[in-house]
């Protein structure tokens, strides 16, 4: 079993509620800010699943981190090789590379530095820590690097491959 497939904390009830109502608030453009609706095709069901995401921009390359570990989507995002990030009614298709964990401290810390009011308590560190002290923890935090596909600018059919 991969490092990275050790721990994956679940949300709990709350947290699935609260992630539904937020989902539908980012896809309609009522709720901005950072957050986007993550949409990935189940590699079993094929059904596609949406959740709220922050991605992070950081050096101009788009990011994508797991702050709960091997979750379902990063499951789902490996086995598809792809993603949809959905705001305000726009789509856009990403390609998606998963960074290997030595490349991932630098990724880590900069979104712990940028979310920590919202992950902080998946991290046993806290924010502002040095890069160096993500290199252990980089293993238990998939990271993945998004590269644009092609961009549908209104409406719900993404572009087939």
């Not at 490092?3 to 453009?29: D, K, N, T, W």
Request: include cysteine.
């Amino acid at each position: 079993m991969p490092e990275s497939a050790r721990s994956y904390l679940r949300p709990g009830a709350v947290e699935r509620i609260f992630g539904r109502i937020l989902v539908s608030f980012v896809r309609i453009g009522l709720v901005r800010g950072h957050f986007y609706v993550l949409e990935v095709r189940g590699r079993k069901s094929g059904r596609t699943l949406s959740l709220p995401v922050d991605p992070l921009d950081l050096d101009g390359r788009r990011y994508l981190v797991c702050a709960r570990g091997n979750s379902n989507w990063v499951r789902n995002a490996r086995a598809a090789g792809e993603v949809v990030l959905v705001r305000a009614m726009r789509r856009r298709r990403y390609a998606v590379h998963e960074l290997p964990p030595g490349m991932r401290p630098p990724v880590l810390k900069a979104y712990l530095d940028r979310y920590a009011g919202e992950v902080q308590r998946f991290f046993p560190i806290p924010k502002g820590a040095a890069v160096e002290v993500f290199n252990d923890l980089a293993p238990r935090y998939p990271v993945f690097e998004l590269q644009p596909l092609d961009e549908v600018a209104h409406g719900d059919v993404v572009a087939s491959r």
